[in-house]
C-alpha cells in the first residue's frame, strides 16, 4: 500500500470484485472509526485479455484476430477482421 497526503493505493486480493465494506487502518489505528462506507471493486483485465461484459468479474484470454488493451475495454477487431456478437 502507497500512502500520502491525498492518495491512498492499494492491491485487492483476488477475487475483490465487488462492493464491499472497507476498514482503513494505518499504523494500528482506525482511520474511520464505526464507517459504513462501502467501496465497489472493480476488476482490470492485463493487456491481451478483457473483461467478461455481463459479469464484469473476470478476464478472458484474447479471441483470434483481436485486439485487446486490457483495463476493461472490449476486444476490437484487428485489420483484416470484422467483429462478430455471439
Same mark, same amino acid.
Given at each position: 500500500?502507497?500512502?500520502?497526503?491525498? @492518495? !491512498?493505493?492499494?492491491? &485487492?486480493?483476488?477475487?475483490?470484485?465487488?462492493? %464491499?465494506?472497507?476498514?482503513? +487502518? #494505518?499504523?494500528?489505528?482506525? @482511520? !474511520?472509526?464505526?464507517? &459504513?462506507?462501502?467501496?465497489?471493486?472493480?476488476? %482490470?483485465?492485463?493487456?491481451? +485479455? #478483457?473483461?467478461?461484459?455481463?459479469?464484469?468479474?473476470?478476464?478472458?484470454?484474447?479471441?483470434?484476430?483481436?485486439?485487446?488493451?486490457?483495463?476493461?475495454?472490449?476486444?476490437?477487431?484487428?485489420?483484416?477482421?470484422?467483429?462478430?456478437?455471439?
Amino acid at each position: 500500500m502507497v500512502v500520502s497526503s491525498e @492518495l !491512498i493505493t492499494c492491491v &485487492t486480493p483476488d477475487g475483490a470484485v465487488g462492493t %464491499s465494506i472497507f476498514y482503513l +487502518y #494505518y499504523d494500528g489505528q482506525n @482511520l !474511520i472509526p464505526d464507517s &459504513t462506507t462501502e467501496f465497489t471493486f472493480k476488476l %482490470s483485465c492485463a493487456v491481451n +485479455y #478483457y473483461i467478461d461484459p455481463v459479469t464484469h468479474t473476470q478476464c478472458y484470454p484474447c479471441p483470434d484476430g483481436a485486439s485487446c488493451e486490457g483495463g476493461v475495454s472490449a476486444p476490437s477487431a484487428r485489420a483484416g477482421y470484422t467483429a462478430s456478437v455471439t
